[in-house]
């Protein structure tokens, strides 16, 4: 394709969805102007033609119409104007909308060939249907300056007063544009039926990447645990704010023998009057040294003379035991980036850096959701009801991840149940909800998804057991994590996931993972990569359960943890381990 150039229309009002970016909405993980990119991505030269998009590569060339929002005629028009600006200009020019979620570089090569072996001034795409897709076509340069020079005007003008006499249409797949709402819901819902299931490491980076980031707010330090900084932690007050005395001992000053004082310097007392050459003051760890201090000589350094005059012990060491202002920190001096989780340890420095405020995203508040006529959290059981086993520890298990939980609800299986639960997540940042994703009768919660025209995430995870996860995020911002209704699977994935969902909520900093040598890999590992407790070794690394029962929890009784092991992995292969807190 190097004797072939491409213009990506990406502009226009898209008066029926709103007036939103429509290039920039994501289908199937991608937006549907990467999808054209992709498309093209053989071409010698790409022309995106509509407002400018810094984030585009530099080799993308850019262009405006005249005036925005004149049409396709004066977009096409804006990027032959830059390509015959270029140095040989090729001979083919691929047109293509940026509406098109499901085009792909096959499509767009039989429209080359076809435009080659025809010698017609243009070839279009057809839909399934047979109608012509005009914004998806390959024209000869020559022709399509021509059409262009024959129209009195440009702006506002129909694709149709372009085309010319000489054309071929070839029907092609994944030519359907997104022109409402509803297209791109049934896009959405047809790239999440036809999506392969993510691997784990795949989910979790998608998971960081795409989901959208919770509002930044000021907060004090002490109400921002499970949160992650929005802006770096910078200090208020040097560390320390004057210089202090390192060690319980003697301020000294000059080189000794000193005359001792009566007086003594103690941490947080009145500061000693300021020391003359050779005199000495008994001094208290973290006390304010005097002026005119030359150094602090711990106690075991020195001895008081019958005279009251002190002395440091030959061949004691030579150390200055003074901390110096500011020689932990300075006033402005950034302490965390943005990004840091809020911990304890934060917390402190904070308090030490004299910062009772700061700029968070979270924490990140969920609503547990379990389904399931026959779920029965309290009271007997009747016939074909079980026990809620593990509604009452998901509020633990995502506390150990700093995800507060706002409350616990049940919910029946009806038709609408979940389009009520997903209409009323205004108060939580995250849905957990435990059943109903798999593909029976009463799993509703993927159909509810695509009615709320949720961005769905993961469709379907290549873990076992885990496989029916679901991960979306709704328009209104809440993210939805739907796990199997099974209680060993929902645990297991839920601490698989968690970690990359709060980051990408709260752009916190990514895990590191624990990885170490899984003795019985072989026997564990199948065609697929599980998720099976395991206990430590004494000698290192971990001993996976190669049986595994996931109607209860029982199989993580006296277990230190989870591991995820590869598939087909060999005994000794390296392992991600996931602690039980607990």
């Not at 914004?135 to 007063?161: H, I, Q, T, Y």
């Not at 008994?282 to 005097?290: D, F, K, N, S, Y």
């Not at 679901?470 to 297991?492: F, I, T």
């Not at 430590?536 to 277990?559: M, S, V």
């Amino acid at each position: 394709m190097t004797t072939v150039d491409a213009i990506v229309l990406a502009g226009g009002r898209a008066s029926r969805m709103g007036g939103v970016d429509k290039p920039a909405i994501v289908v199937g993980g991608q937006s549907m102007l990467d999808a054209a990119l992709a498309a093209v991505a053989g071409c010698a030269r790409t022309v995106v033609v509509g407002p400018h998009r810094p984030e585009l590569p530099a080799e993308i060339l850019q262009a405006q119409e005249i005036p925005a929002g004149a049409g396709p005629v004066s977009a096409i028009a804006a990027g032959v104007g830059v390509l015959e600006g270029c140095e040989f200009p090729a001979g083919l020019i691929v047109v293509l909308a940026a509406d098109m979620p499901f085009l792909t570089a096959h499509a767009v090569n039989e429209l080359l060939s076809n435009a080659r072996e025809s010698g017609s001034d243009a070839v279009f795409a057809a839909d399934e249907s047979g109608r012509p897709q005009y914004l998806v076509g390959v024209w000869r340069r020559a022709a399509l300056c021509e059409a262009l020079n024959r129209l009195e005007s440009l702006v506002n003008r129909p694709m149709k007063a372009l085309v010319p006499v000489d054309t071929v249409t070839v029907r092609l797949a994944g030519v359907a544009d997104c022109d409402t709402p509803d297209d791109v819901r049934h896009a959405r819902a047809a790239a999440a039926r036809s999506a392969a299931p993510l691997g784990l490491a795949e989910a979790r980076e998608l998971l960081r990447r795409n989901i959208s980031r919770l509002p930044a707010h000021r907060t004090p330090v002490r109400s921002a645990r499970g949160a992650a900084l929005a802006e770096p932690l910078r200090a208020a007050e040097a560390l320390p704010r004057f210089d202090v005395s390192a060690m319980d001992g003697y301020a000294v000053s000059g080189d000794g023998p000193w005359q001792l004082r009566r007086d003594i310097g103690f941490a947080g007392g009145q500061r000693p009057v300021g020391l003359l050459d050779g005199e000495a003051v008994r001094i208290a760890t973290g006390a304010h040294v005097p002026d005119g201090t030359s150094t602090v000589v711990r106690d075991e350094f020195v001895e008081i003379a019958a005279d009251g005059s002190l002395h440091r012990l030959p061949d004691s060491p030579i150390r200055d035991d003074v901390r110096r202002r500011g020689e932990d920190w300075m006033p402005g001096d950034e302490l965390a980036p943005a990004g840091r989780p809020v911990t304890p340890a934060l917390v402190s420095v904070a308090a030490s850096a004299e910062v009772s405020t700061v700029t968070v995203r979270g924490p990140v508040r969920a609503r547990i959701v379990m389904t399931g006529d026959e779920i029965r959290s309290d009271g007997p059981l009747y016939a074909g009801q079980t026990r809620d086993s593990i509604g009452p520890v998901l509020p633990d298990l995502l506390g150990w991840y700093g995800v507060a939980t706002v409350d616990r609800v049940h919910l029946r299986d009806t038709a609408n149940a979940f389009d009520e639960v997903l209409a009323a997540a205004t108060d939580c940042d995250l849905l957990v909800i435990v059943g109903a994703t798999g593909g029976g009768a009463a799993d509703q919660l993927r159909a509810a998804l695509d009615r709320a025209q949720s961005r769905m995430l993961v469709h379907r995870l290549r873990l076992r057991p885990g496989g029916s996860t679901v991960v979306a995020q709704l328009d209104s911002g809440p993210a939805v994590l739907g796990l199997p209704g099974n209680p060993y699977a929902a645990v297991a994935t839920l601490l698989a996931l968690i970690p990359a969902l709060k980051e990408g909520l709260t752009g916190v900093d990514q895990t590191r993972p624990l990885i170490g040598p899984l003795a019985n890999a072989a026997e564990i590992a199948g065609p697929v990569p599980r998720i099976v407790p395991a206990q430590a070794l004494p000698e290192g690394g971990w001993l996976g359960d190669a049986a595994l029962r996931t109607a209860h929890l029982a199989g993580l009784l006296d277990r230190d943890g989870l591991v995820i092991v590869p598939a087909d992995a060999p005994d000794g292969a390296p392992v991600e381990f996931i602690p039980l807190r607990g």
